[in-house]
């Protein structure tokens, strides 16, 4: 394609970036499903960035109601865990999460005195929020901490505990809200979906979350693809100071450093955290669950997910509890069919590849992509061509090819110089790649390596 | 856990990302630069015939051969599946004056390959464009077989190869003004000789084998710009540099040889170089600005080989000057990232 800037108005982008195949037109016009409610769960205490929380059921067979703290949260980089469901607790045990992450999980057992199907999301999500005078609800110094007890970590996948955004820092004034509703992996929309069902419950969650952090501007940050989310968004915006801004579609749009930088033309020092340059980002379904919690009450339990993928039968947006497994999720949709080849927890670019079906979804989990065997294509690796390709399309201008090499080459000292720590693993490079080579895994080892080093 | 039905499909496990672009493959950019070559092996097979298809697969077979050859030495499984030798062969071919003896082509052809690539250690790690290694070593080694009479001889049928190649005319005109002839005298040699810009663009003038049609070059060009198979800085500040340069040299007086700048930049192996041989992604730089820092330099050598020194084409040294230059030109463009250097890291990287 070529592209001609003087003909065509373009959105606003970052330099770089690749266009994989998007894949949304298999869910983006299925309207959220709701799962059952599961006969059992097993729940992680650690969904989150930062430290597990502590299981706080003395011992097994607690009588449970759903909403009810499983465990608290230890320290401020760390969030509280609630049944989604009533019931009982079972066995505590250990599971490993798709992200590698091994971990404390508690069972629960589900009964019958449960809500579900749409009945729960309304409860949660749907019907009237309002959309000024929040002190009829709660004082603005209440906000954090009741963010913080319904265990709110950012849902785009980062897992970053809400509440240590919202809490007010008067070394670090933040004076912009940024709401990410870009949603650049392929396949996932979870939250375009949730822009057209529940736009009302975002705008307030937004509302919310800049009163409790001072923030004067907030913006919606939403990709030129999604005409219908959008226009769902105008319409419950209305009438509050929420501008929208549309960005280029294009991978990775929703990182945050990037998104800042299109919307706000602030650049987020390497290593360091939007906070530093004075904005908060939420991404739309996080801004949702705010609203929850702190207007109803609600702790972050359920949440929506895509399961997508050519290797399902019946591609699904699906409300379904945390907890349960990516086997019950999938069954839900059809099932995989038999050229399925790989289970991805959350989007094909970032996401982790599920080795046991049986491991819970978590938190973070946006969705699950099922990719075939035709999806993954085996191409024959090269040496490189030093095409430069790499570099072109990384979004954050690191030189992967070099850093890459370095790495194959076991010096870290290298690597370091050409800044390894910098990179976000977003996939570009390797996506790009005409040798075929496994540039971010390249990476991530010599990030290791040179954290293992400096705790050393 | 619970038992896995027997029905339900094995699944793999890998590190993110699990996507790739389905549209980039070494392979597939060597085959797209083989692709943009066919009108220019179709336009010298029209002009020079039998010579240019006997040229072309004499040099093919002959990479083939010492490509496997020479993984062979090295234990190695035969790469030419990533058919990067081939495209070292076709633009060697090309690259030869039409009529160069059939061990010529062979030579130059095991040079490229054997010392240009494989001594390096293969694909992605020779300094110099293979292609242009080899065509040096036999500029050399057979200067007479080379040079300007290589491309010029009577066969019946075959009007075209009958001329001086346009530079060689141009070359010719600067002598004879020197040697004392009168003006009138040369600028009618030359004239008879430098062919008008139509023909430089159709490919009837006469040349090496690939650097006949200006037009076949460009056609073959676009393509690779629009697969975005090349990198596009190349060609276009290589082509902006040389004509800048020629434009000044002509207003300045100081290429006398009755050649205006467009005659320069049609004729000779400018667009061929600055399409297929610069934007080898092996030998130029990495980034797009160091990529712009090499096609302005090579413009510009090119203009200046043509001016003063006593070839009449300067293309091929051009290249391998600025190849040399490369490591030099990556490491003073490492970029930056965008939100500075990591903390408390190195602060300056050796390349
Ligand atoms: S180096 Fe890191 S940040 Fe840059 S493209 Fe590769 S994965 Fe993304
Ligand atoms: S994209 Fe791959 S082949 Fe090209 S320079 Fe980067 S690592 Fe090398």
Not at chain 1, 245 to 253: E, G, H, I, S, T
Request: aromatic share 6%.
């Amino acid at each position: 394609m070529i592209a001609i800037p003087f003909l065509s108005k373009r959105h606003p982008s970052f330099q770089g970036g690749v266009h994989p195949d998007p894949q949304k037109e298999l869910t983006e016009h299925k309207p959220i499903e709701f799962l059952p409610v599961p006969q059992e769960l097993i729940v992680p205490v650690q969904q989150h960035l930062g430290r597990p929380g502590k299981n706080v059921l003395n011992h097994n067979k607690t009588p449970l109601i759903a909403g009810e703290l499983i465990a608290e949260p230890q320290g401020v980089v760390s969030a509280a865990i609630h049944t989604p469901v009533s019931g009982s607790s079972g066995l505590c045990s250990h599971v490993t999460l798709p992200n590698g992450i091994h971990v404390e999980a508690v069972a629960v057992q589900s009964n019958a005195e449960n809500l579900q199907g749409r009945a729960l999301f309304d409860e949660l999500l749907g019907g009237e929020w309002p959309k000024s005078d929040f002190e009829r609800f709660v004082r603005r110094e209440e906000i954090p901490e009741l963010v913080r007890k319904a265990g709110i970590v950012g849902q785009g996948g980062a897992t970053f505990p809400t509440a240590v955004k919202l809490t007010p820092n008067p070394q670090k004034p933040c004076d912009l809200l940024l709401l990410n509703g870009a949603e650049c992996e392929p396949y996932l929309t979870a939250d375009h979906r949730l822009m057209i069902e529940a736009p009302d419950a975002i705008v307030c969650g937004a509302l919310i979350a800049a009163l409790s952090a001072g923030c004067k501007r907030i913006v919606l940050g939403i990709e030129d693809n999604k005409p219908e989310a959008l226009h769902s968004m105008q319409r419950a915006c209305s009438g509050t100071p929420i501008e929208i801004v549309q960005v280029r579609a294009k991978y990775p749009q929703g990182g945050e450093k990037h998104l800042i930088r299109v919307i706000f033309h602030r650049v987020v020092p390497t290593c360091a955290l939007p906070l530093d340059v004075g904005v908060v980002v939420l991404n739309v379904a996080t801004a949702a669950m705010v609203a929850a919690a702190v207007i109803r009450k609600k702790p972050l339990t359920h949440r929506v997910m895509t399961v997508s993928g050519h290797g399902v039968v019946t591609p699904k947006n699906v409300f379904a509890p945390v907890g349960v497994s990516h086997r019950r999720l999938i069954d839900f949709c059809g099932g995989l069919t038999p050229d399925a080849a790989r289970v991805i927890s959350g989007g094909p670019m970032m996401g982790f590849a599920v080795g046991d079906l049986d491991s819970p979804v978590t938190k973070g989990t946006s969705g699950i992509t099922v990719l075939t065997k035709s999806d993954l294509l085996h191409q024959r690796q090269t040496a490189c061509i030093r095409c430069g390709r790499c570099i072109e399309v990384c979004p954050l201008h690191l030189m992967p090819q070099k850093i890459g090499l370095a790495a194959r080459n076991r010096a870290w000292d290298l690597a370091q110089s050409f800044q390894a720590q910098a990179c976000i693993e977003c996939g570009c490079c390797a996506y790009s790649c005409p040798a075929a080579l496994p540039l971010v895994q390249l990476i991530r080892l010599a990030k290791a390596a040179l954290r293992a080093r400096s705790t050393k | 856990m619970t038992q896995q039905t027997p029905s339900e499909p094995l699944l793999q496990v890998a590190p993110s990302p699990h996507l790739h672009a389905s549209h980039l493959s070494t392979q597939r950019v060597m085959l797209d630069v083989l692709i943009a070559l066919i009108p220019v092996c179709a336009v010298s097979c029209w002009v020079f015939r039998w010579y240019a298809l006997k040229q072309l697969v004499l040099c093919e077979l002959t990479a083939l051969l010492t490509e496997t050859l020479c993984a062979a030495l090295r234990r190695r499984k035969s790469p030419v599946w990533d058919l990067s030798a081939s495209v070292t062969a076709v633009l060697l071919a090309l690259s030869l004056p039409w009529n160069a003896p059939a061990y010529i082509a062979i030579i130059a052809t095991v040079v490229a390959i054997g010392l240009g690539k494989a001594a390096f250690g293969g694909l992605g790690f020779n300094l110099f464009n293979p292609a242009m290694v080899g065509r040096a070593f036999v500029m050399l080694s057979f200067a007479r077989e080379m040079g300007a009479s290589g491309y010029v001889a009577q066969v019946p049928g075959l009007d075209v190869i009958s001329q001086a190649t346009p530079l060689t005319a141009a070359k010719q005109y600067v002598a004879a003004l020197a040697s004392g002839a009168t003006v009138a005298d040369s600028v009618q040699t030359a004239f008879q000789n430098i062919p008008p810009l139509s023909d430089l663009f159709l490919g009837i003038a006469n040349g090496s084998l690939g650097e006949t049609s200006v037009g076949a070059i460009c056609l073959g060009g676009l393509y690779l710009c629009i697969r975005k198979t090349i990198a596009r800085e190349i060609p276009v500040c290589m082509l902006l540099t040389a004509a800048a340069m020629l434009g000044l040299m002509q207003l300045l007086g100081f290429t006398d040889d009755g050649f205006g700048a467009l005659h320069h930049l049609g004729s000779g192996a400018l667009f061929l170089g600055a399409f297929f041989i610069a934007t080898d992604p092996v030998t130029s730089p990495l980034t797009r600005r160091g990529r712009c820092i090499f096609a302005a330099g090579l413009g510009a050598l090119i203009c200046l080989f043509r001016a003063l020194s006593s070839y009449p084409e300067g293309v091929m040294f051009a290249v391998l000057f600025m190849n040399a230059m490369v490591p030099l030109i990556n490491r003073y463009t490492i970029r930056k990232p965008i939100g500075g250097p990591v903390p408390g890291s190195a602060a300056s990287p050796k390349a």
